[in-house]
């Protein structure tokens, strides 16, 4: 089983759609939790932290349920901008165990 | 803060030659460094994790004698591609780790730009 894993996608939305990506994890002792996002070509980008009682960011949300072991992302009123493929990353706060999923690729469309 | 660079960004070799990159953490000394490759629409896949005056932990099915890498300094880690062949064609992604965050359950790593290495 893996460590984190994604729904790959992809996501095709209208733009100004809300739309929301999950990530589950696998070891119940994973400590830190955030959502990178990836443009094509280019390196993962630290979109946000994710903490035990959720955050916002302007449109994005994220949240984490430690019961059912996920993490979440919402984007709200997606713009263009937006289409990107999404990573989530788990780490166990043990050492230098990160653990990428293999990434939401979005697509937003006018 | 937690800026770091990748030089070079693209660099095209000949089989057999050896290239190296080179990863900097700007504004933040990195204890621990990560290497990654990613081949078109593939996911990241971690190489190595380079610690700072130590060897480094290769991923299973990494050949540490192909990839070299170096960890001289709190803010430098660099990767050797030797005699690359046309499969090690990939885009390179360092990473560093910024451990000024720890204590604030941030404690993440922050990418460089990448390079892309084409062999012909």
């Given at each position: 089983?893996?460590?984190?894993?994604?729904?790959?996608?992809?996501?095709n939305?209208?733009?100004?759609?809300?739309?929301?990506?999950?990530?589950?994890y696998?070891?119940?002792?994973?400590?830190s939790?955030?959502?990178?996002r990836?443009?094509?070509?280019?390196?993962?980008?630290?979109?946000?932290?994710?903490y035990?009682s959720?955050?916002?960011?302007?449109?994005?949300?994220?949240?984490?349920?430690?019961?059912?072991?996920?993490i979440s992302?919402?984007?709200?009123?997606?713009?263009?901008?937006?289409?990107?493929?999404y990573l989530?990353?788990v780490?166990l706060?043990?050492?230098?165990q990160?653990?990428?999923g293999?990434?939401?690729?979005?697509?937003?469309?006018? | 803060?937690?800026v770091?660079?990748?030089?070079?960004?693209?660099?095209?070799?000949k089989s057999?030659?050896?290239?190296k990159?080179e990863?900097?953490?700007?504004?933040?000394?990195?204890?621990?460094?990560f290497?990654?490759?990613?081949?078109?629409?593939?996911?990241l896949?971690?190489?190595?994790?380079?610690?700072?005056?130590?060897?480094?932990?290769?991923e299973?099915?990494?050949?540490?004698?192909?990839?070299?890498?170096?960890?001289?300094?709190?803010?430098l880690?660099?990767?050797t591609?030797?005699?690359?062949?046309?499969?090690?064609?990939?885009?390179y992604?360092?990473?560093?780790?910024?451990l000024?965050?720890?204590?604030?359950?941030?404690?993440?790593q922050?990418?460089?730009?990448?390079?892309?290495?084409?062999?012909?």
């Amino acid at each position: 089983r893996k460590e984190v894993e994604q729904d790959p996608g992809p996501f095709n939305v209208p733009e100004g759609a809300t739309v929301a990506f999950n990530c589950t994890y696998s070891n119940s002792a994973s400590q830190s939790f955030f959502w990178y996002r990836q443009d094509c070509r280019k390196e993962p980008k630290l979109l946000m932290s994710v903490y035990s009682s959720g955050n916002e960011d302007g449109r994005f949300t994220a949240q984490l349920n430690r019961a059912s072991q996920y993490i979440s992302l919402l984007i709200r009123d997606s713009k263009l901008s937006d289409s990107a493929t999404y990573l989530c990353v788990v780490n166990l706060n043990t050492g230098n165990q990160f653990y990428f999923g293999t990434g939401t690729s979005l697509t937003v469309i006018p | 803060g937690a800026v770091v660079s990748q030089h070079p960004s693209w660099v095209i070799c000949k089989s057999g030659t050896s290239v190296k990159i080179e990863c900097r953490s700007l504004d933040f000394q990195a204890t621990t460094m990560f290497w990654y490759r990613q081949f078109p629409k593939q996911s990241l896949m971690l190489m190595a994790t380079s610690n700072e005056g130590s060897k480094a932990t290769y991923e299973q099915g990494v050949e540490k004698d192909k990839f070299l890498i170096n960890h001289a300094s709190l803010t430098l880690s660099t990767l050797t591609v030797t005699s690359a062949h046309p499969e090690d064609s990939s885009f390179y992604i360092c990473s560093a780790r910024d451990l000024r965050r720890a204590s604030y359950g941030t404690d993440t790593q922050y990418f460089g730009p990448g390079t892309r290495l084409t062999v012909l």
